[in-house]
């Protein structure tokens, strides 16, 4: 269980705020890495947030228990991208195929198996600059349904202080003898994924967050839904001030775009 993520500073705006760049940039890399979808990309433009650097677009596709998802920040010249697959796939092909796309002069990544488990590490971090908290969780022996991923999805993101700016998409990874169920609910800039592996009653969680939660909420949602049966990583992901703007000019222009979409 592959999980690979990459994030991307100093990109060119127009890719990074372009639908079917995006689009074309999750086929890309499921075709160039064997990966086999079960459902086609998923895109959300997000340009009605608080704030305009928050701004962009959040897609994801999903596979037989893993998923693409990528968030653009094109106010910010960043994005952020996970890979996460049962199938082994090549990391370095995964970086180039992503490039090729959405070009960025400063990348970061990371990798790991999801199937190891530990207790979460506790990073520092000053919120004023770190993007946000991605924590991995592990489910071990636990029963769910589609039904039950779908509630508890839906139901989250008040309970952690996220926003969710769609409802749950839940889905069997095939038709007749499914091997997982796979559900993803996208926030604002960010997502939820939960991937359960029906044999093994085994369910991998990513929650992903555009700024800092508190453990607490975490490991309190964790504890009232799987009881002593999760464990999980926490992992400090991007930062707010890692950008620069190549074109004063466009910059504008996107910002007066935006202030028109929040007037509108």
């Known amino acids: 269980m592959l999980h690979f993520m990459m994030d ?12 079917m760049t995006v689009n074309e940039c999750l086929v890309r890399i499921a075709e160039s890495l064997k990966l086999k979808s079960v459902m086609p990309p998923f895109l959300v433009p997000y340009y009605y947030s608080k704030h305009m650097e928050d701004g962009g677009i959040s897609a994801f596709m999903l596979f037989e228990g893993g998923h693409i998802t990528i968030h653009t920040f094109p106010f910010r010249a960043c994005y952020f991208v996970d890979i996460m697959s049962d199938d082994f796939f090549s990391i370095s092909e995964a970086e180039h195929e992503l ?7 400063t990348v ?6 999801r199937r190891t488990t530990a207790d979460m590490v506790e990073p520092s971090h000053d919120p004023s600059i770190d993007f946000g908290p991605h924590y991995m969780i592990t489910v071990c022996d636990t029963e769910m349904t589609m039904d039950w991923i779908y509630k508890w999805l839906d139901t989250l993101a008040p309970k952690i202080n996220m926003e969710a700016i769609t409802r749950p998409y839940v889905i069997y990874s095939t038709v007749n003898d499914p091997k997982y169920i796979s559900g993803v609910l996208v926030v604002a800039q960010s997502h939820v994924a939960v991937h359960y592996n029906i044999a093994e009653k085994m369910a991998y969680i990513d929650i992903f967050s555009c700024s800092f939660l508190k453990n607490e909420h975490i490991e309190s949602v964790l504890k009232d839904s799987f009881g002593d049966k999760a464990s999980y990583k926490l992992y400090v992901r991007g930062s707010k001030h890692e950008y620069s703007y190549q074109n004063s000019d466009a910059r504008s222009e996107m910002f007066a775009h935006w202030q028109k979409l929040k007037i509108d």
């Open 8 to 19: 991307a500073y100093d990109t060119i705006e127009e890719n990074a705020n372009n639908l």
């Open 99 to 105: 490039l090729s796309m959405l070009n960025a002069k």
């Open 108 to 113: 970061k990544t990371y990798s790991l198996d």
